[in-house]
């Protein structure tokens, strides 16, 4: 079967595996491009390196993919499932090496009913060898975003990384290979939540029973020849012909087959096709709107972004204490997060009362994407009244204009 709708099918499939399968091998200054690393706490994002803190941008993120799952699902329908959804292109793949191996529908049916002949126990060993190999990578690739996938193959994993990647390899093989359209019908729950995103004017799928009808061949019948192709390549086997069923995921394989068979019998294309609607409608123009303005926010966010972090906490053994000179001490911990891939060093100051000032060094270097801890001691004369006072830290990366973090404290005399 080839058609448009085909096409773009297998455009996703080639642009989702080539960003699956070749970004965990993407580098940047000397490391990973793409890393989850979930035991340091730090992920990586080319450029950018994120910390548990950051955690409003995974809400933001998750919040963006939500909102264009509306978007598209109130346009046309199932998109996300029909094209880019991991079990369609994992199917798709699938599919293609079973045909590749073992032929066409119909080679494929007489080899099945074949006894176990030696043709039919080489192909189906390389059919299921190449699936195990593919689901065996996949695996791996997946878990790979999680630990640097050099170290994953030249070193011996560890019991979790191989748990995870024989896990996510079995269930690649299992949903892809054996499953397929049952994990659409049965286990995901988006096709049955699908139908309160549609309303009137979203674009479905639709056989035009007026043109098709009566079904068969000869004079005074329609233009479907009831062949059952439409049913035939339909991932989850419905007939469209029937009307739109929760389990048709929009992927338009349907339309594609039917438009080859009209060109055979010499009719116009078009008797199952998406139904006409309006795409610009006030539900899609509110998708729009928030989509557009959370995500402009957040690039804002990240292009204004200061790369470093300071969390103050106060040393609890000791919370004011009175030194040499009359002078009263306070001792804290700031952990200074450089967030950066360079090395920086930086200058604390405090502020805030009369006299405050860092006693020693003002000065901490933190090595590149790293934190350190970095205990400092505030002292001031000893003429301040008994009290908890607000004074600010702040902390500026040395050379480097316009990185500064300000942070609140409270500074104790007894």
Sequence with gaps: MHGWFAAWRWTLVWATQLIFYGGAWLTWNG???????????????????????????????LIICALSLFLFTAVAGRLWCGYACPQTVYTEIFLWIERKVEGDR???????KQGFTREKVLRK???HGLWIGLSFWTGLTFVGYFTPIRELLSATPGPWEAFWVLFYGFATYGNAGWMREQVCKYMCPYARFQSAMFDK?????????????????????????DCGICVQVCPTGID??????????????????????????????GLIRYSKGRVV???????????????????????LRTPLKVDVMRDRAAIAREVEGGLVENVYR????????????????????????????????VAAATGRLVPVRV??????????????????????????VTERATFVVR
């Design 201 to 225: 004017d979203t674009l479905i799928i639709t056989y035009d029973e007026k043109r098709g009808e009566p079904r068969g061949k000869g004079a005074g019948k329609g233009d479907c020849v």
């Design 106 to 112: 119909n080679a494929r049916m007489r080899l099945d």
């Design 281 to 303: 409608r006030p539900r899609v123009l509110v998708y729009t709107a928030i989509l557009a303005a959370i995500s402009l926010a957040a690039g804002a966010s990240l292009w």
């Design 125 to 127: 060993a390389a059919k």
């Design 240 to 269: 469209i012909r029937n009307g739109l069923q929760y389990e048709c995921i929009g992927c338009a394989a349907c339309i594609d087959g039917c438009d080859q068979v009209m060109d055979k019998v010499g009719r116009p294309r």
């Design 31 to 61: 490391r990973q491009a793409v890393l989850f690393d979930i035991a340091h706490r730090k992920f990586y994002l080319f450029g950018l390196v994120f910390w548990p803190q950051d955690i409003i941008y995974l809400a933001i993120l």
């Design 379 to 404: 002292r001031i004369d000893a003429g301040q009244a008994p009290g908890s006072y607000p004074v600010e830290f702040t902390v500026t990366a040395l050379g480097v204009e316009g990185v500064s």
């Design 334 to 365: 700031l952990q200074i997060m450089n967030t950066t891939e360079q090395a920086r060093a930086f200058e604390i100051a405090v502020s805030g009362l009369p006299g405050i000032h860092v006693w020693g060094s003002s000065t901490a270097g």
